[in-house]
């Protein structure tokens, strides 16, 4: 086919697929695979569909786009270029995959604007998709009135074969189906290619029934290489069904346009290759040296740029509009959308007294959880079906259900790799919603990959894990978290907090929020059991992660430290040991990821070097522990699984008493 031959429609088009081509090729690395199959489909959504506005990515009611199957990153990246991102040049195109460029391996939110969420796992961006959709559906349902709305956007989800094997898109998919989320559309790139070859040696399920069960609306475009027509109708059928998501199956071939290696495994993660380059390209009829777009072509994309500005100039002045008919609620939407917090919220947070009654820590959460509600409008979330195990209900807050997006407790199910790849959509909607998740600290492990990318992606979501350790009790070794904290430490980016009592659980909360704001995810852990309002302990403090909660005069012949449920036994040791004439400080380490954040000489300050007879008590894994005892310290550790039993039983049966923390003391100072 020779170059005068081809529509303005095809050259659009070939324009992605061989500006993905043509970086893959540089680079020697990446997936030019998907990129040209799925051109087609993209070209009908991001032409014709999306509203965007390319020189203000951050621009409220655009439509977010996620490319789900992030390998196949340079069909958005190329899309960025061509509808004229100032995030992505041609250079940028030409650096792809290499060190220092905007154009990552796969779709990172942090490096390049134009990119909503951080997609590479497979399966987390359906998921995140089923979070901006909820988040938009929350907004929308909140501040929109008869006559006036401003909140109203899609979110579009590209997703393959690999994204509806992993079972994280299944739980995610499950729930909005559950919700009936109208805007939220997945247009499903069915080529039948993995990694491995063939999908017919591991994957043959009908996965449109599937989402038909799930409660989707369902359709097929049976021919996604050239039939635009039937795209952009399915599209437009999509968005006609407002009360279910819609799941649109494109069968595409995978490599399309290349004569000897379309449709085969080989295109799916590796370059073409010079000779098979030079065939793809006479065999599309694509003339231009490599990374050349026509000029009638990038003409034709850069009318994204008007479209776009005409679109966001039409909000604002709708917005304007509705400003002066509904000031309060405009000025609430504008501090949401600004990321400021509510004037004097920390206000709310509750304080305890020493004499105060001892209750558990997950019981303290769920009172601060509860006090802040009202102070802070953008608190949102639930847990994975344990809410009255967690304490995390917000009361009077009503359930986010189908028809009720007003509400703030959502029900995620036992969903916990969901939950946490939902939230995360949630955090990156750019609202200023935070969102917040439960479950029980052990279960973690199954939301490990989300919690993971909330920290790469500076996603602001708030985890609230309870059943901190062995003395959870009776449910035996599988649900006690031995090794889950020290695990969850190795996070970077990530703050753990292990609160000790009322305070701490405030203080934890404080951090929480204001971390939220700032795009930082925090990770509180709470206990199953009572445990008493301690001396010493602070709400300020807490954010230093580290902090003396009880000294005695002098240099200190030894440190006690303490994390969560532990320190008291260190506090009550103490005591015991300054009436033998011992000097001693109980340390509390409620956060290693906050303390290690403070100065030097404020750590010298709590953990003075010349004390080396340091004792810590945590019933966890001793695993990283080595850096805060120094040479002569020791600690008081769970290194082997749990055993089922009442929880008192076994804390004592592991040395978590009282006299055990004096006898390891003693044995230190000698």
Known sequence: MAVATQTLEELCIN??????????????????????????????????????NPKNPKW???????????????????????????????????????????????????????????????????????????????????????????VDHYTYVILGDGCNMEGVSGEACSLAGHLGLGKLIALYDDNHISIDGSTDISFTEDVAKRFEAYGWHVLHVENGNTDLDAIHKAIEAAKAVTDKPSFIKVTTTIGYGSPNKANTAGVHGAALGGDEVKLTRENLGWEYPPFEVPEDSLKHWRKAIERGANLEQEWNKAFAEYKSKYSQDAAEFERLLSGKLPEGWDKALPTYKPEDKAIATRKTSEATLNALAPALPELIGGSADLTHSNNTELKGAGDFQKGQYQNRNVRFGVREHGMGAICNGIALHGSGLIPYCATFLVFTDYMRAAIRLSALSQAGVVYVMTHDSIALGEDGPTHQPVETVASLRAIPNLTVIRPADGNETSGAYKVAVEYANQHRPTLLIFSRQNLPQLVGSSIENTAKGGYIVTDSEGTPDIILIGTGSELHLCTQAAEKLRAEGKKVRVVSLVSWELFDEQSA???????????????????????????????????????RFGVSAPGNVILEKFGYTVDNVLAKAKELLG
């Not at 993905?20 to 959504?45: C, R, T, W, Y």
């Not at 000489?601 to 695993?623: C, H, I, M, N, W």
Request: hydrophobic share 40%; charged share 20%.
């Open 601 to 639: 000489d404020y750590q010298e300050s709590v953990l003075p070097k010349a004390v080396t007879k340091r004792l810590a008590v945590e019933a966890g894994s001793s695993f990283g522990w080595l850096r805060y005892l120094g040479s002569e310290g020791k600690i008081i550790s769970v290194d």
């Open 15 to 52: 324009s992605i697929r061989f500006l993905a081509i043509d970086a893959v090729e540089k680079a020697k690395s990446g997936h030019p695979g998907l990129p040209m199959g799925a051109a087609p489909m993209a070209f009908v959504l991001w032409d014709r569909f999306l509203r965007f």
């Open 60 to 150: 409220f009611n655009r439509d977010r786009f996620v490319l789900s199957a992030g390998h196949g990153c340079m069909l958005q990246y190329a899309l960025l270029y061509l509808t004229g991102y100032d995030s992505v040049t041609i250079e940028d195109i030409k650096q792809f995959r290499q060190w220092g460029s905007r154009t990552p391996g796969h779709p990172e939110n942090f490096e390049t604007p134009g990119i909503e969420v951080t997609t590479g796992p497979l399966g987390q961006g359906i998921a995140n998709g089923v979070g901006l959709a909820m988040a938009e559906a929350h907004l929308a349902a909140k501040f929109n009135k008869p006559d006036a709305k401003i």
